[in-house]
């Protein structure tokens, strides 16, 4: 058996590479969850033997169990977030070459210390689901061209507690115009605001942003920002938009409240 794992420095320490943090950080994420699962991810072999495969990427194992979960391990999530970003990238660049434009939105609801992260998900994933359905939105898509959507959720931790929000492109078959992207700005806001309020939640109106993204890597980025690779780089430290699960995790080799929160 080939051991893979990737022993933590001291705390408050800085590990050499990236990829070496990752591996570190899946092993203090198995103990702190005591997930099996999540501890067999790259520990444990699936068959008599392991292999190293190189290539442009650099090298890799085979042959070692992965639990391929994007929200608790971060070796998992940054190769998906990866291959989920080359994905929506080609999309956007195609789209774009074709005419289109892509634009930004995040969609998000007030919330406060005491509210409960389950629940705030949740209400942010079904106001989302249910904006999307009815002639309302068939007329919101009509009007502005919209021809796609791209979404997803990303949590972070902050002064007010969890915070969900979603990151969505919207591909639109023309550029709009100034004029024309604030008309939709509002359409949305006020679709979005409505689906909230319906849900017992409300909406700031400063909250809601829309912007063009400049390419299709912006736009990649912009969905996939909540992947290991990217939160991980920040490091842990605290920011106006919170924390990610990422950042708590970090912050968890030094603060106890990182690591039950995480």
């Known amino acids: 058996m080939i051991d ?23 092993t203090l994420a198995g103990a702190t969850l005591d997930n099996a699962r999540l501890q067999a991810c790259g520990q444990k072999p699936t068959g008599p033997a392991v292999e190293i495969w190189g290539g442009d990427g650099g090298a890799h194992f085979r042959g070692l169990e992965t639990c391929g979960s994007i929200w608790t391990c971060p070796v998992c999530s940054h190769k998906i977030s990866n291959r989920r970003a080359s994905e929506v990238q080609e999309l956007a660049d195609a789209h774009e070459k074709a005419g289109g434009s892509v634009y930004m939105a995040t969609f998000t609801l007030r919330h406060h210390k005491f509210n409960k992260c389950r629940s705030l998900r949740d209400t942010v994933a079904t106001a989302w689901q249910k904006m999307q359905a009815g002639e309302p939105w068939k007329r919101i898509k009509g009007k502005y061209g919209i021809a796609h959507t791209v979404r997803a959720l990303e949590v972070t931790h902050g002064a007010n507690g969890w915070h969900p929000h979603i990151h969505v492109l919207l591909l639109t078959k023309d550029e709009l115009d100034p004029a024309e992207t604030e008309e939709m700005r509002l ?39 909540w992947g290991a690779g990217h939160e991980i780089a920040k490091g842990a430290q605290k920011d106006a938009a919170g924390r990610s699960v990422w950042n708590l995790l970090k912050a968890s080799e030094y603060d106890e409240e990182a690591a039950r929160l995480f």
Request: without cysteine; hydrophobic residues 35%; aromatic residues 8%.
């Open 4 to 26: 893979t794992q990737t022993e933590l420095p001291p705390k408050g320490g800085y590990r050499d590479t990236a990829t070496q943090e990752r591996h570190a950080l899946r």
């Open 187 to 225: 359409d949305l806001y006020e679709r979005w605001a409505k689906k909230i309020e319906a849900l017992g939640g409300s909406v700031a109106v400063g909250a809601f942003d829309l912007r063009k993204a400049s390419t299709g890597a912006e736009a990649a980025a912009y969905v996939a920002k």
